[in-house]
Nanobody, 124 residues
Framework: VQFVESGGGLVQAGGSLRLSCAAS????????MGWFRQAPGKEREFVAR????????DYADSVKGRFTMSRDNAKNTVYLQMNSLKLEDMAVYYC??????????????????WGQGTQVTVSS
């Protein structure tokens, strides 16, 4: 399975963006999906996760209440709606797939398939 992220760009602090991650392949609905991000000079960090059926989500404390992850298995796509963006949200955002379902898997090595990333830039 392969992924292509889109929706990144430049936004002012306080603004919103919606990232998309489109998957190829017929087994997309078998995977739990995650969003990670990596800022310059920092390690890649967990942002959000959604179960394969889309019935449960989990978020990093730093984005809870501001970001919402969703998926549309009919369209083989996951989304990350980002509201009230802050300067510290600026990073390259990656979607990733995990063959293990459920929540609680927040380490990048637990995900086997990755997109190429999309840049989110937040200006003051």
């Amino acid at each position: 399975v392969q992924f292509v992220e889109s929706g990144g760009g430049l936004v002012q602090a306080g603004g919103s963006l919606r990232l998309s991650c489109a998957a190829s392949g017929r087994t997309f609905s078998n995977y739990a999906m995650g969003w990670f991000r990596q800022a310059p000079g920092k390690e890649r960090e967990f942002v959000a996760r959604i179960t394969s059926r889309g019935d449960s989500t989990d978020y990093a404390d730093s984005v809870k209440g501001r970001f919402t992850m969703s998926r549309d298995n009919a369209k083989n796509t996951v989304y990350l709606q980002m509201n009230s963006l802050k300067l510290e949200d600026m990073a390259v955002y990656y979607c990733a797939a995990d063959r293990w379902d459920g929540l609680g898997r927040v380490k990048d090595f637990q995900y086997g398939y990755w997109g190429q990333g999309t840049q989110v830039t937040v200006s003051s």
